[in-house]
């Protein structure tokens, strides 16, 4: 059975730092794309940034300088490192896994977590 399960959201204030975290497990981890997405309120679902199996990694621009996506495959754990948070990161954040190397699109992400909530109070 394939889980995700994301960890970690919270309440912060604007300029503060959160570390999402999603574990994996019910498939071959080291073999997937892991990514984060989030979707705020009355939005539609956005990529965040991903890393392969390689290492290699991809950002948004929205984020980029901001957050740092990495991947422990011994643990089988995703993290998300989020500084300088601003009002407008406030969403759900969701960890995907997928095998199609360096997409965006949610719909090519074949599994998914249930979320969890990032608040950024002003």
């Known amino acids: 059975q394939v889980e995700l399960v994301e960890s970690g959201g919270g309440l912060v204030q604007v300029g503060g730092s959160l570390r999402l975290s999603c574990a994996a497990s019910g498939f071959t981890f080291s073999a997937y794309g892991m990514a984060w997405f989030r979707q705020a309120s009355g939005k539609e679902r956005e990529f965040v940034g991903a890393v392969w199996g390689s290492g290699t990694t991809f950002s948004a621009d929205s984020v980029k300088g901001r957050f740092t996506i990495s991947r422990d495959n011994a643990a089988k754990t995703v993290y998300l490192q989020m500084s300088s948070l601003e009002p407008e990161d406030t969403a759900v954040y969701y960890c995907?896994?997928?095998?199609?190397?360096?997409?965006?699109?949610?719909?090519?992400?074949?599994?998914w977590g249930q979320g969890t909530q990032v608040t950024v109070s002003a």
């Open positions: 995907a896994a997928g095998v199609v190397f360096g997409t965006r699109a949610p719909g090519q992400y074949k599994y």
